[in-house]
């Protein structure tokens, strides 16, 4: 069995302490950044800029 390091169950961790709706915008943004050489920081502020409020119906 290999081991896993301890950095990467650190950030597993952290991850899935985390709302599912973040962790998608998290994973957009670092996907979107590695291809565009955009910050995630600057990705993540957009996606969550363009999120509409959630309507409840009536």
Do not use: F, H
């Not at 301890?6 to 996907?31: H, K, M, N, T, Y």
């Amino acid at each position: 069995m290999t081991k896993t390091d301890p950095e990467l169950q650190r950030l597993r961790q952290q991850a899935s302490s985390l709302p599912l709706g973040s962790r998608i915008i998290r994973a957009v943004a670092s996907s979107t950044a590695i291809e565009t050489g955009q910050s995630v920081a600057e990705i993540e502020r957009e996606l969550r800029n363009r999120q509409s409020p959630q309507s409840t119906p009536a």
